[in-house]
């Protein structure tokens, strides 16, 4: 008689790395710009997050209609609603939702809706992007409001609109928190500008992953250190405004401020950083800011080629010290734009040098 044998039980599985899902809705009124802006990030780029190629990242999984091209919202290779059904039943955990696009007030609509994303499985009706954000921000980890339409409603928000159109801390509230305790994160821009966005979208992912202190934001929700300076600040034509020196015409290499450039009162570091690995912005390569990071866009900056009304006397100033400042340089210039009077072919030494006598035995005095 033979004893059984026990056949080996199986070893454990490795528990599986948790998943931070990002889930992108661009269905609010807006033409994708800040989508396509992305793209051309750098520091880091989209796809370093999205492969998780920067250390510390935790296991990062992007639903964003931009890169899920093999994907319809009901057909294909996978039904790209369904992750945010998913979210909406609990099943996405955590997840950072980020907006795109102004949010409507769809209680001003007799009928109809002004803009959704997919349909509802139940009904077949479409689901209004406001309807979204009901059902998401409350178990969203993060909400990140990308571009000028999203965090303060930019052109679709006008005076004379007919939709209500708003950002998104003014429907969920300014003081709104996720559930993990963050504001809304407002990274403005009309598109955005691409480094921006990434360098947030990084910093988000490491600060849920735990590896970053809360998110410097200022009083409109933008992060400090991104929207702590102006225009002017970083401009490479700052100097000439300092001059008093300005353009009356595009094509001219000195300060705009007359042609309509809003540079010296708007938060932005698109002077300073550039536009694309450093290279543009605005005012950099000749165009005029018309304040699209800012709050009271566009309302408060038209029309966009009159001179501001704050530069008519600030530019009045400047332009009279600053001839005064060109003048004395202009010596300074002249001076320092000359050959030392030592420098010369001559046979005798003019520099000044005298050598230095030796003691008795060697010894320098």
């Known amino acids: 008689m033979t004893s059984a ?8 599985q490795p528990e599986a790395e948790p998943v931070l899902h990002v ?19 750098t520091q880091p780029s989209i796809e370093e997050i999205v492969l998780g190629a920067l250390p510390g990242l935790p296991n990062i999984q992007v639903h964003w209609p931009l890169i899920d091209f093999e994907c319809g919202p009901e057909t294909g290779a996978d039904t790209f609603i369904e992750w945010w059904w998913k979210a909406d039943r609990g099943e996405l955990e955590p997840f950072v939702l980020v907006v795109e696009g102004s949010i409507p007030n769809e209680s001003l609509n007799s009928e109809g809706y002004f803009c959704g994303f997919g349909n509802d499985p139940v009904t077949g009706q479409p689901v209004t992007t406001n309807e979204w954000l009901d059902k998401l921000a409350p178990k969203a980890t993060a909400i990140v409001a ?11 928000a006008m005076a004379g609109n007919p939709t209500g159109a708003m950002g998104v801390p003014d429907y969920l509230g300014w003081d ?10 407002c990274v403005p821009g009309c598109p955005i500008q691409p480094d921006n966005l990434s360098e947030t979208l990084l910093y988000l992912l490491y600060q ?27 401009c490479d034509r700052g100097g000439y405004y300092e001059q008093g020196q300005f353009a009356d015409a595009y094509g001219q290499p000195t300060c ?36 699209c990071t800012m709050p009271g866009f566009p309302d408060k900056f038209m029309p966009f080629m009159d001179e501001p009304p704050g530069a008519k006397v ?24 000359k050959e ?26």
């Open 5 to 12: 044998t026990k056949s080996p039980s199986p070893s454990p």
């Open 23 to 41: 889930l992108w809705i661009n269905a609010g009124l807006s033409c994708d710009g800040d989508s396509v802006s992305l793209t051309a990030a």
């Open 146 to 156: 990308v571009g000028t339409c999203a965090t303060y409603g930019g052109i679709h």
């Open 176 to 185: 709104w928190k996720s559930k993990a305790g963050l504001p809304i994160v």
């Open 208 to 234: 849920v992953a735990g590896s970053a202190p809360m998110i410097p934001l200022d009083d409109q929700l933008r992060p400090k250190w991104l929207f702590g300076i102006t225009v002017h600040e970083g």
């Open 256 to 291: 705009l401020v007359k042609l309509g450039c809003w540079g010296p009162a708007v938060k932005c570091n698109v002077t300073k950083r550039g536009w694309m690995m450093g290279m543009g912005g605005c005012p950099n390569v000749g165009g005029i800011c018309i304040g």
């Open 314 to 337: 600030s530019s009045k100033v400047s332009g009279a010290y600053g001839g005064v400042v060109r003048r004395l340089r202009g010596i300074t210039i002249a001076t320092l734009d």
């Open 340 to 365: 030392p009077k030592w420098r010369h072919r001559r046979p005798e030494l003019t520099t000044g040098y005298k050598p230095q006598q030796r003691r008795p035995g060697g010894a320098h005095r």
